[in-house]
């Protein structure tokens, strides 16, 4: 038995805080709930950030007799799912305070347990913690969409998303169940060296299961049915914690499960990633064009940094992970600006989501005009901006690994994204409206400032997330081989 | 001293951002503009002429050291009057934008700052990504110039300026990306600085591949015949000051894309594609010339005889010759102090009369002769009168054209014929015939100035056109020894 329970601290501290505040939510009277819950939850998010950066190894190691394995890979998109739900606090409190809800505890214990479930499918070695942990979040996530009285849209879209999750789930599972009566193992190592030696149709129809799923929960082509609707419908903060974490834990847990399990099959599923991100980057794009609402509108962006990020996932092994991971890593903070400040937007009867109330922004709020152009361009992929670096490393690990086409076509998305992103720009400043302004929330405009600041900032100092993204690359070789 | 020209108007953002008063705005960029503009004079001085193929006062630094790219500016004699020219325009759009912008004040000139960053960035990069990164971030302030401050169908022509040239510039960088590979390829050395790259030799096949991607990208920037539509929206519906960076200095970059990479990067596909370049090059000296004439909208004339004039820079850059190139480069330089001056002296009628209907002017000769008197100057400077600089520039793309091919040096001195007449025809409806406007004021002394300024420099070098032809003989030599 190899536990090496030590290295689990910062999840199992995570889990005891928030049985800590389910209990804390029996006893509280539920008067000024809302300033306390997101208080301690976001001190013990701080706490967990500090926890995982101490307990991230450089040297990839193994708990739970291998079920779970670490390395800086998992480390980092541990972080990045914490930042997320660091700033997601900032968001939720102010919108709790804006439109109140009977489950104030509710709220933000799921949204831990939310967060636990991503980091736990980013370093998962073993097909049914995977599984587990996936339905850990997706679950959390069901839950968060329907908490607020009286919404009915974010109900519906629970619903929606909770059937159609669970049907994805589904695939996932019943893929991971091939694999295992193939293999007759779960672990990655030995189903790895199983299909090394013995590769059949049938594993690659489990193969096939196991990235439907994937490409489900990421919201590509064909599968991305569930993504507007979602979106649309949950709360605002829901939607951010949603784009941007589970973004990030799905296409680690991706690049963790296919690189080194499923390589001997690479030439196959590569090529079927690719067209699924062609298609993805080309659709989400279009569609997007059509939109008036800009939640709407930012699921369609969704799908379409998806596809993109897909092809980076079919190139060469060594530049996908590299080039994921800086996307992965851009694409969190811009997804939590373009919601965060949609939900800083947003009051009775002011819907920051409606293109239409961004008319005159710059008259009336002139520095959060100015944000929404680094955000929305920064979307766009404009240089100097971080979201220009992530497009330029998917494109240099597109031509390195010989696919000039697919690159052309993944700019050609981009094009085609700027006719949307500039929409919001076109309104907040070039259209006059309503003087008076709209009583912002100094917390989510924190949230807002510091992730539009930190695509500023790291945009003109790149070198920080290519490190990052190199050391994550080094380290996840290292424990592959 | 190249960074501190690209720091100081980014300083001055800042501090426009920073201080309260709106009017103080216009003050801080004029200053801040001023400054750039006696570096880049001092820039000029200090210049060695007899080392103009090299660059010269190169910055240099790591800025992204796991894909080495580098920070890396630096001026050889072509970036170095580019750089005299923008910071030049960007000093004139200040005065230009005095009363025109009367609302946002601070936001246009933190803006016009950021632009003029942007723009010095894109002539003195010599790192390939560094360059597309001014080249793109360039667009986000421009647009929102013309979408803020323009006419009735601004946010169509803002809309229409970003997405065509950033739909041209995908093309330049997956190019670069796709130049950087090879060479990484062929040398192990993965690096966007230009130097380097220059020192391998591309197969043909690549080169006519490359060519074309980045052929797009400055294409849509000059504009080269058919792209061209985007720039008369852009331009009649810009503020003043936009249209006269627009014109002045924005068209000039992709002229300079062609020069500093695509004729050294893939010289025999340059060579190769010569011809068509000529046609088209033709196409738009005459046919938008034609267009310039039936024009009722006095800033489409000016608009469309920029595309014009720009087809003489483009035969001239295409006819490898010494007296092309360099008349070519000239040629730009003088382009951007006329066109320059003849917006700016259509946003002076504009901002009395409130209309650019021709048809609604005529006689400002007699209630403003000042303004008359200019407006001949730079007339007579549009047509390549010599005397002028616009002359020098003409004659030698001509020359330059002639001894790569005749047929296309008769068509192009055709297309100076049609020049002289859209412009003169243009000059008599707005300043002679009979009066349609009682009350007109003459040039302030603000406009007098900014003006004169440019008026001085047109026929300076139009007389000693070597001041600036100095530091491009050797450069101009070594660029095509090399090819």
Known sequence: MNLNISLFVPELFLVG??????????????????????????????????????YSPFSPQEAFNGFIKKDLLSALSQLLILFTLLLTVLVSYDYIEKFPTGYVGEFYYTLIFAALGGMLMVEANELATLFVSLEVMSISIYILMALFRG?????????????????????????????????????????????????????????????????????????????????????TPVTLFMGASVKVAVFVALLKLFFPVFLPAFERWGEAVLIFGLVSALFGAFAALGQENLKRMLAYSSISHAGVILTAVATLPALAVYSVFFYLFAYTFMTIAAFGIISLLTVKGFKGENLTEWRGLYGRSPFLALLSVVIFMALAGIPPLLGFWAKFYVLVALIKAGKVLPAVIVMLASLISLGFYLKPIVFAFMKEGREEGVPVGFSSYAAVFISSFILIILGLFPEVVSQASLVSLASFIKGTM | MVSLMLVLPLFGALLIALCRSEERAKWIALVTTGLVLVLAV????????????????????????SLSIKYKVGVDGLSLVMVLMTALLTFIAVPSAWNYIGRRKKLFYALLLLLETAMLGVFVSLDLLLFYIFWEAMLVPMSLIIGIWGGERRIYSALKFFIYTFAGSIFLLVGMVVLVVFYTSLTGNFTFDLQHLLSVKLPLELQKWLFWAFFIAFAVKVPVFPFHTWLPDAHVEAPTPGSVILAGVLLKMGT??????????????????????????????????????????????????????????????????????????????????????????????????????????????????????????????????????????????????????????????????????????????????????????DLDRRELLSLGLLAILVVWWGFNPEFIMKFLHVYTHELLGGV
Not at chain 2, 309 to 325: E, K, P, R, W
Request: some cysteine; charged content about 10%.
């Open chain 1, 17 to 54: 805080s928030a049985i800590l505040l389910i209990l804390l939510d029996l006893f509280l009277p539920s008067r000024g709930k809302n300033g306390l819950f997101s208080t301690i939850t976001f001190a013990v998010t701080c706490v967990a950030v500090v926890l995982v950066a101490l």
């Open chain 1, 151 to 235: 919404d009915y849209r974010g109900k519906e879209a629970a619903l929606k998303y909770f059937i159609l999750g669970s049907i994805g789930a589904a695939v996932i599972a019943y893929g991971f169940a091939v694999l295992y009566g193939i293999t007759g193992s779960t672990l990655y190592p030995e189903v790895s060296s199983s299909l090394k030696s013995n590769f059949s149709v049938a594993a690659l129809i489990g193969i096939a299961l196991v990235l439907s799923g994937f490409l489900f929960k990421v919201g590509a082509v064909p599968f991305h049915g569930w993504m507007p609707d979602a979106y649309h419908g949950a709360p």
């Open chain 2, 42 to 65: 001092l820039l000029l001085f200090q210049f060695d002429p007899s080392k103009s193929s090299s660059f010269q006062f190169i910055d240099y630094g790591h800025w992204l050291p």
């Open chain 2, 256 to 441: 300079y894309g062609f020069l500093r990479f695509s004729l050294p990067l893939f010289p025999e596909a340059y060579r190769m594609y010569a011809p068509i370049i000529f046609v088209l090059g033709v196409i738009a000296v005459i046919y938008t010339a034609l267009v310039a004439l039936v024009q009722k909208d006095l800033k489409k004339v000016i608009a469309y005889s920029s595309v014009s004039h720009m087809g003489f820079v483009m035969i001239g850059l295409f006819s490898l010759t010494v007296q092309g190139i360099e008349g070519a480069i000239f040629q730009m330089l003088s382009h951007g102090l006329v066109s320059g001056a003849l917006f700016f002296l259509v946003g002076v009628i504009y901002e009395r009369l409130h209309t650019r209907e021709i048809s609604k002017m005529g006689g400002l000769a007699a209630l403003a002769p000042k303004l008359a008197t200019l407006g001949m100057l730079f007339t007579m400077a549009n047509v390549g009168l010599p005397g002028t600089s616009s002359f020098v520039g003409e004659f030698l793309t001509i020359l330059g054209g002639y001894k790569a091919s005749h047929l296309t040096a008769y068509l192009m001195a055709l297309g100076v014929i049609f020049g002289a007449a859209y412009m003169l025809y243009t000059y008599r409806n707005v300043f002679f015939l009979e009066p349609k406007v009682l009350s007109f004021e």
